[in-house]
Nanobody, 121 residues
Framework: QVQVVESGGGLVQAGGSLRLSCVASGSTFRYNPIAWYRQPPGKERDWVAA???????TYADSVRGRFTISRDNVKNTVYLQMNSLKPEDTAVYYCNYGGDYWGSYSPGHVWGHGTQVTVSS
């Protein structure tokens, strides 16, 4: 059973940057799409970005131009570089492994426990 672990969250001022990491277990990482989702307090979990096995990224409109998703298939790790952070980016950020990715991303059943990102104004 594949497991994923997120890290890199924290408290940052508006305009600042953070880099989140998602490390996956197992030997099939390089063949699977990976996505980031986020859940603000009291709201639903929303898709943020996804990356295909070969590295093609897609982004939600709310983060395009500020966030960058990338992957290192040797380290079994996906990153989310978040720049120009805004208070509305405050959320728990989750990694999702192995969903369906045909133009848009549908989540798979493997989720991490999340990492908290708090952006102060």
């Amino acid at each position: 059973q594949v497991q994923v672990v997120e890290s890199g969250g924290g408290l940052v001022q508006a305009g600042g940057s953070l880099r989140l990491s998602c490390v996956a277990s197992g030997s099939t990482f390089r063949y699977n799409p990976i996505a980031w989702y986020r859940q603000p307090p009291g709201k639903e979990r929303d898709w943020v970005a996804a990356i295909a096995p070969q590295g093609t990224p897609t982004y939600a409109d709310s983060v395009r131009g500020r966030f960058t998703i990338s992957r290192d298939n040797v380290k079994n790790t996906v990153y989310l570089q978040m720049n120009s952070l805004k208070p509305e980016d405050t959320a728990v950020y989750y990694c999702n492994y192995g969903g369906d990715y045909w133009g848009s991303y549908s989540p798979g059943h493997v989720w991490g426990h999340g990492t908290q990102v708090t952006v102060s104004s």
